[in-house]
């Protein structure tokens, strides 16, 4: 009962036409999605013809679409597309699954990458890793990683009635520990898998196969349809458990399929990607300040804004740092530590908000 | 004959070790607007919340026209009973549009598309509750009055023929909350609704409600039309307040005048 927002607030201001205020919002959703995917095709092209033999742009989107010179096919095909496509997904599976665990919360502070579930990601990952498995294995262990996380989570920072500052905290515990407990495997590893370890401390999408890509990125794509399906459901529970409940919906069952999904996003594309930090965390906030209150509208510009994120990030890391090799994550980390400041600033700032 | 009669049979509801009602026997007519009414913390929010399927009973029954609602399908139950909780969570920057379509909800099947009916229904919940011109503004930039109109254009929306309200003139002055009881007995003698809600006002209560309900201390202290159980006895009995019930002079309805307790009002009522 402690979540009201029944906020004794005034009249809207007088000066501002309500009506008109909201067809401009209206109309900024697909005015955003256009200008996002006007960005996207051009990150894209500029990914497909940058790398060790620079190729001109319209060759190479050629190649990507398997047309032109055999040689360009390969190289753009077999080379460049995985990367790319891999920061793609993973972008927009953090991105959405950010957007899921803060709605679900109500705290712009509950996003996979605070609250552990990348973290738990890449120990799962790193531990099958030293196990011996195989590449293969990667998405599996990855999600494995992420629910652990996300129990960890529940035994520690669940009680009813606590605070969800209370929740954030434990899970920023639950990622500091589970990196650490990654870094300590990697540096413990044989010389010959250190390398590929690396991803797994600060995210990186280099050198990703396609067998990866299809793997964890198609169940990232099935994972982003379930979360559109489960939408209605979604902008049920914000109205509270009691007006939820008396619209038939079961919210506890509601509650835990969309943390499941946004467990599972979050955790593949981890399996891609590594921990790379602030894109789940920031992209829902970006969106919301671009196109206006969460809906399932905005809930596809958050994929789409995690992508050009996390491609433009890489893009970034590779081509406009004059230290090479530096992996994405850690541009998004260099972003996302100042902002999570401004966050927690703002958030004890203003009236915290308990869930049940 | 009793379409949308809710009943209760020994119903126990508890939080946790606390009972809050004990073994509650109870008619709730189908076809009238029902008050629920008592002293702060007797139970009446939590009885709707049993009512509702909100709150399972520690012991006994709910039933509705008989069959008992915690064996029926949640959508089920939802597409017959909408109810107005107190205090409810209005999320971020929602329209009133888009609040009133949510009470679609148990229509809608997991992949359906919006539909005519929806937009029909929802079309006349804006238009009942006089919030059309509002329908584009943000819930949480409207006044009180405003936004509880707004949220009983949701329930309406649900298109149920029993509607719960919990204390819906809470938080309201006078002019507002005249006008949700207004609305309420419209619905009723209008729309043929059935009504349940908690109301603090014994004198509103008497006056919007065929049928009322007073608890104390989670016990049934009475039942019945409000000429035939609001009397000076029972409010002593149950508020602990001294005070003579005369005709409501607008109405004929019962009206709870209390008798004056500071020095200063004794002198003028003597």
């Known amino acids: 009962?402690?979540?009201?927002?029944?906020?004794?607030?005034?009249?809207?201001?007088?000066?501002?036409?309500?009506?008109?205020?909201?067809?401009?919002?209206?109309?900024?959703?697909?005015?955003?999605?256009?200008?996002?995917?006007?960005?996207?095709?051009?990150?894209?092209?500029?990914?497909?013809?940058?790398?060790?033999?620079?190729?001109?742009?319209?060759?190479?989107?050629?190649?990507?679409?398997?047309?032109?010179?055999?040689?360009?096919?390969?190289?753009?095909?077999?080379?460049?597309?995985?990367?790319?496509?891999?920061?793609?997904?993973?972008?927009?599976?953090?991105?959405?699954?950010?957007?899921?665990?803060?709605?679900?919360?109500?705290?712009?502070?509950?996003?996979?990458?605070?609250?552990?579930?990348?973290?738990?990601?890449?120990?799962?990952?790193?531990?099958?890793?030293?196990?011996?498995?195989?590449?293969?294995?990667?998405?599996?262990?990855?999600?494995?990683?992420?629910?652990?996380?996300?129990?960890?989570?529940?035994?520690?920072?669940?009680?009813?009635?606590?605070?969800?500052?209370?929740?954030?905290?434990?899970?920023?515990?639950?990622?500091?520990?589970?990196?650490?407990?990654?870094?300590?495997?990697?540096?413990?590893?044989?010389?010959?898998?250190?390398?590929?370890?690396?991803?797994?401390?600060?995210?990186?999408?280099?050198?990703?196969?396609?067998?990866?890509?299809?793997?964890?990125?198609?169940?990232?794509?099935?994972?982003?349809?379930?979360?559109?399906?489960?939408?209605?459901?979604?902008?049920?529970?914000?109205?509270?458990?009691?007006?939820?409940?008396?619209?038939?919906?079961?919210?506890?069952?509601?509650?835990l399929q969309i943390l499941v999904i946004a467990i599972v996003l979050a955790s593949l594309a981890a399996a891609l990607t590594g921990p790379v930090a602030f894109?789940?965390?920031?992209?829902?906030?970006?969106?919301?300040?671009?196109?206006?209150?969460?809906t399932a509208g905005t809930l596809a510009l958050s994929a789409l804004a995690g992508a050009v994120l996390l491609l433009a990030s890489d893009l970034v890391a590779q081509y406009l740092l004059p230290v090479s090799g530096l992996p994405v994550g850690v541009v998004t980390a260099t972003l996302g530590a100042p902002w999570l400041l401004v966050l927690m600033i703002r958030q004890s700032s203003s009236v915290n908000r308990s869930v049940r | 004959m009793t379409a949308n009669q809710l009943s209760t049979h020994g119903l126990d509801l508890r939080y946790g070790d606390r009972l809050i009602v004990g073994g509650l026997d109870l008619v709730l007519p189908g076809g009238a607007v029902t008050a629920v009414v008592g002293p702060n913390a007797c139970g009446k929010s939590t009885l709707l919340r049993g009512l509702t399927r909100l709150l399972a009973p520690a012991a006994g029954t709910v039933a509705l026209d008989g069959a008992d609602i915690h064996r029926m399908p949640a959508r089920a139950l939802a597409l017959r009973m909408g109810l107005l909780p107190q205090q409810p969570v209005t999320p971020d920057a929602i329209t009133v549009e888009a609040l009133v379509r949510l009470g679609r909800y148990p229509h809608q099947r997991l992949l359906s598309p919006w539909s005519a009916a929806d937009q029909q229904a929802v079309e006349e919940a804006l238009r009942r509750t006089g919030t059309e011109e509002l329908r584009h503004q943000p819930v949480d930039q409207l006044s009180g009055g405003q936004r509880q109109r707004a949220w009983i254009a949701l329930a309406l929306a649900q298109d149920t023929d029993l509607l719960l309200l919990d204390e819906p003139t809470t938080f309201l002055d006078l002019r507002h909350q005249l006008d949700v009881l207004d609305l309420v007995a419209a619905l009723h003698s209008e729309a043929g609704r059935t009504v349940v809600m908690v109301l603090h006002d014994l004198g509103q209560a008497a006056r919007y409600a065929d049928h009322l309900v007073v608890l104390k201390d989670g016990q049934l202290a009475a039942a019945g039309a409000p000429a035939d159980v609001l009397d000076a006895e029972l409010v002593k009995s149950v508020f602990d307040v001294d005070c003579r019930v005369i005709p409501d002079p607008e109405t004929g309805t019962p009206l709870v005048v209390p008798k004056g307790r500071a020095k200063r009002h004794t002198a003028v009522s003597a």
């Open chain 1, 1 to 255: 009962m402690n979540d009201v927002v029944r906020s004794a607030k005034p009249l809207g201001s007088p000066t501002q036409d309500p009506a008109t205020g909201r067809k401009a919002e209206r109309s900024r959703i697909p005015l955003v999605a256009l200008a996002g995917l006007v960005v996207l095709c051009a990150l894209v092209t500029v990914s497909v013809a940058n790398g060790e033999i620079p190729l001109p742009p319209v060759e190479a989107v050629k190649g990507l679409f398997g047309a032109g010179e055999p040689g360009t096919v390969l190289v753009v095909q077999e080379f460049r597309a995985p990367r790319m496509v891999a920061a793609i997904v993973a972008g927009a599976g953090l991105a959405v699954g950010g957007a899921l665990l803060q709605r679900l919360f109500r705290n712009p502070l509950a996003s996979p990458d605070v609250m552990g579930v990348t973290g738990g990601a890449s120990f799962g990952a790193v531990a099958m890793l030293a196990a011996g498995a195989s590449q293969v294995m990667m998405p599996l262990a990855a999600l494995g990683g992420g629910l652990l996380a996300a129990v960890l989570l529940g035994v520690f920072g669940w009680r009813s009635g606590t605070s969800v500052t209370r929740l954030v905290l434990v899970g920023l515990a639950v990622q500091a520990g589970l990196s650490a407990a990654v870094s300590f495997m990697v540096v413990s590893f044989p010389t010959e898998l250190a390398g590929s370890a690396l991803q797994w401390t600060t995210g990186s999408v280099y050198g990703r196969t396609w067998t990866e890509v299809w793997s964890a990125g198609g169940a990232v794509v099935v994972g982003l349809v379930l979360a559109f399906v489960l939408h209605r459901r979604l902008a049920v529970l914000d109205l509270g458990d009691d007006s939820a409940g008396t619209l038939g919906l079961n919210t506890h069952t509601a509650r």
């Open chain 1, 279 to 294: 894109v789940a965390l920031a992209v829902p906030h970006m969106v919301r300040f671009l196109a206006g209150p969460p």
